[in-house]
C-alpha cells in the first residue's frame, strides 16, 4: 500500500504512466455509464443492441440506438477529469491514455496519446470493404440505413460482444503496460475482459498500480492505491499535487 504523497513522489519521478479508463470517468460530462443504477445495461439489453447478430437482425434498430448514444455525446462536454489527464500527459516523459470510452473525450479535452480499446462511435465502418467514415463533425446521414459508395452498409465503428478488440490498439496497450512505472485504473468496473486483464498485468510487471472509483470493483484489493472517489476531483487534486512538487 502506498499513500497519496507517496504516489505524487512516484508520480514526480516517473518515466512512463499508463492510464485505462471506462465509462466512469464521462459519468460527470452527463454521459450514462454502463453498470450504475442507471447505466445502459440496466435499461437496454446488450444482446439486442451491441452484437453482430443484433445488427444482422435488425440494423435500422442498432443504428437508432448509437444515433441516440451519439447525440448525447456531441451535446457533452470534456470534464475536469478528462482535463486533468490531458495536463498529467504533459507533465511526465512517457504517457499513454488506453481507454475503453468510444465517446473521445479524452481527444477533444487535448490528451494526445489515446489507445481506443474499443473503437469509436463516431466511425461508420463498410460490412463490405472496410472503408470508414468520421462522423464526428458532420450531421448524420438523412437515412436510417447508410450505405458505403461500394453499396455495403455501414456499421458503428466500435467493438460489440463476441468480437475482437483491433489488434494493433491492443498490441499498444500491452506494451505501455509492459514498460510503466505507474498504471492507473479509473472509471471503471474492471469487469470485461481484455481490459479488465491490463491492471494486474501491470502489477506483474512491477508497476505500482492505482484504482480511482468511487465503488469498490473486483481488482479493489490488490491495488497499492484505491481511492473511493470521483475522478474529476481525485484527478484535479492529483495534478494540482504533481505540479506543486515538479515546480518545488
Ligand atoms: P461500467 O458501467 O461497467 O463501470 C463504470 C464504473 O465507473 C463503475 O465501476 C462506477 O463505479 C464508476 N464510476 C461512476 N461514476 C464515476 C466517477 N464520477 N468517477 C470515477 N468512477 C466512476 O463501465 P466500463 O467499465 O467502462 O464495452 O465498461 C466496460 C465496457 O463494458 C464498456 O467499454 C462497454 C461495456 O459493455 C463495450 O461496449 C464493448
Redesign the pocket.
Known amino acids: 500500500m502506498i499513500t497519496l504523497d507517496q504516489l505524487i513522489s512516484l508520480l514526480a519521478k516517473a518515466r512512463y504512466v499508463a492510464v485505462l479508463t471506462?465509462?466512469?470517468?464521462s459519468?460527470?460530462s452527463g454521459i450514462p455509464?454502463?453498470?450504475?443504477a442507471d447505466?445502459l445495461?440496466k435499461q437496454y439489453r446488450?444482446e439486442d443492441l451491441?452484437t453482430p447478430e443484433a445488427f444482422r437482425r435488425d440494423p435500422t434498430l442498432v443504428w437508432e440506438w448509437y444515433r441516440f448514444r451519439r447525440d448525447i455525446i456531441r451535446k457533452a462536454e470534456p470534464n475536469p477529469?478528462h482535463d486533468a489527464l490531458a495536463e498529467m500527459e504533459r507533465l511526465v516523459p512517457n504517457f499513454v491514455l488506453i481507454t475503453?470510452?468510444?465517446d473521445g473525450l479524452h481527444q477533444r479535452s487535448g490528451s494526445k496519446t489515446v489507445i481506443e480499446l474499443?473503437g469509436n462511435i463516431f466511425i461508420d465502418r463498410c460490412v463490405e470493404c472496410g472503408r470508414e467514415v468520421d462522423r464526428s463533425g458532420q450531421p448524420e446521414p438523412e437515412t436510417a440505413l447508410p450505405r458505403c459508395e461500394c453499396g455495403g452498409l455501414f456499421r458503428p465503428g466500435?467493438?460489440?460482444?463476441g468480437e475482437a478488440l483491433p489488434a494493433e490498439a491492443l498490441n499498444r496497450a500491452w506494451d505501455a503496460v509492459d514498460q510503466c512505472d505507474i498504471f492507473f485504473s479509473?472509471?471503471?468496473?474492471?469487469?470485461?475482459y481484455p481490459?479488465a486483464g491490463l491492471p494486474d498485468m501491470a502489477r506483474q510487471r512491477g508497476a505500482k498500480v492505482v484504482e480511482?472509483?468511487?465503488?469498490k470493483?473486483p481488482i479493489s484489493s490488490r491495488m497499492d492505491l484505491s481511492i473511493r472517489e470521483?475522478?474529476?476531483h481525485t484527478l484535479q487534486e492529483i495534478v494540482a499535487k504533481l505540479k506543486a512538487v515538479k515546480a518545488s
Open positions: 471506462g465509462s466512469g470517468i459519468a460527470e455509464t454502463f453498470r450504475g447505466g445495461w446488450a451491441a477529469g475503453q470510452n468510444v474499443h466500435v467493438v460489440w460482444f479509473i472509471g471503471t468496473s474492471a469487469l470485461v481490459a480511482i472509483n468511487p465503488e470493483t470521483s475522478a474529476a
